[in-house]
């Protein structure tokens, strides 16, 4: 297995030059957290576009570039908590109401592009 550490540039995610190593395994069994949205996502060719974080672009209303298609919570937003993804998940619910039904009295409890508080 061929590991290295890595380091964020620009916003994704790359080896870092010098750390690569091999360590010898039989049996590999990766469990990653904060890895992002899986690349077999794509459906029936359906391709939704990323940012160059590596996430699911979306719009104001949660809608991606794929007629409706929506995206909520980390698949969004990237690694956050599971409250924004609660959050999110109703907010996308009422905006998928809308496109569905016209109108909506669904709460829109947060936007995507709404941020954390910031604690120092
Ligand atoms: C190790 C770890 C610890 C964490 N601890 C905390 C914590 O203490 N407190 C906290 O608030 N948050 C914590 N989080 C973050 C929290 O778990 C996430 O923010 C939250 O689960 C995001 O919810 P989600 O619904 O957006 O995505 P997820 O919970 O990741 O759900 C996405 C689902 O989509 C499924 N999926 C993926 N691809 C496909 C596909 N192609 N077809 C169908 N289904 C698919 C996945 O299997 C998964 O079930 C932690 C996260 C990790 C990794």
């Known amino acids: 297995m061929k590991v290295a550490e890595t380091e964020i540039a620009d916003g994704i995610r790359r080896p ?33 576009e990323r940012s160059t974080a590596g996430v699911f672009e979306r719009s104001a209303d949660y809608s991606s570039n794929i007629e409706g298609v929506f995206i909520a919570g980390d698949a969004g937003r990237g690694a956050s908590l599971i409250v924004w993804a609660i959050a999110e998940g109703r907010a996308a619910a009422a905006e998928i109401d809308a496109y ?21």
Not at 16 to 40: F, H, M, N, Q, W
Not at 100 to 120: A, C, H, N, R
């Open 100 to 120: 569905l039904e016209g109108q909506t009295v669904l709460p829109k409890p947060v936007k995507p592009s709404d941020k954390g508080i910031t604690v120092y």
């Open 16 to 48: 870092k030059t010098g750390t690569e190593r091999i360590i010898p395994a039989d049996l590999v069994l990766l469990s990653l957290g904060y890895s992002g949205p899986l690349d077999d996502i794509e459906i029936n060719d359906i391709k939704i």
